[in-house]
């Protein structure tokens, strides 16, 4: 059944004939339903398959990265406890040889110095610290083989850890950015949401046949 809506121009008193009007009847409003809600669901479930896609992608290497950061986290700390503690064993060391006080005193200084845990200094100022105790130590009246080999190993494990370091801080950065875009990925959700109201707007028109 079909109506022709008709109205005047106040101004002009012109006839103006407005779009058609096509009264539905029940079947053809029904379908008409169904077909709209069909569409809505096949365009909305394409461009979330391929968003979801990305988001899992996402997910998975936010994940990869959150366990490479709490392994590198625990590493630092056993790289830390190698250092001081092969600092340890070179104070002892120290400690047998027969060194004038003033010897003892400037290197157990650079011993302490080598094995800081303060991070100001960058790795030239602490390799200059490490290559002056060497020689202060190889200056000594003494066998002093031993000792050389644990500041070297306090030496190693700084190095080791500040590599390290670095290595994680950058992966704390690129993690942060990966949380942050998964944070501002807001279409997957909107998406999801808008698929489940037309399916179930769809159940309904098509429990009315």
């Not at 009007?21 to 079947?27: G, P």
């Not at 942050?180 to 159940?203: G, M, P, T, Y």
Request: with cysteine; aromatic share 6%; hydrophobic share 35%.
């Amino acid at each position: 059944m079909c109506f022709l809506s008709i109205s005047k121009n106040c101004r002009t008193g012109d006839i103006v004939q407005a779009e058609e009007i096509k009264i539905m009847n029940r079947d053809e409003l029904i379908s008409a339903a169904v077909v709209k809600h069909e569409r809505f669901i096949s365009e909305y479930q394409s461009e979330y398959d391929a968003l979801n896609s990305g988001t899992s992608s996402l997910i998975q290497e936010i994940d990869a990265l959150k366990k490479d950061v709490e392994s590198a986290e625990e590493k630092s700390g056993v790289y830390d406890e190698k250092k001081h503690y092969a600092g340890h064993e070179a104070e002892e060391e120290l400690k047998k040889l027969n060194a004038k006080p003033a010897e003892v005193e400037k290197i157990q200084k650079g011993i302490e110095d080598l094995v800081s845990s303060k991070t100001s200094d960058t790795a030239d100022e602490r390799k200059a610290v490490y290559e002056t105790l060497c020689n202060d130590i190889k200056s000594l009246d003494a066998d002093v083989s031993v000792l050389l080999a644990k500041v070297d190993a306090a030496y190693k494990a700084y190095l080791d850890g500040k590599e390290l370091g670095e290595n994680l801080a950058a992966q704390k950065i690129l993690l942060d950015q990966k949380q942050k875009e998964n944070v501002e990925n807001k279409r997957v959700d909107w998406l999801k949401k808008r698929i489940e109201s037309h399916q179930e707007a769809l159940v309904y028109w098509k429990g009315m046949k």
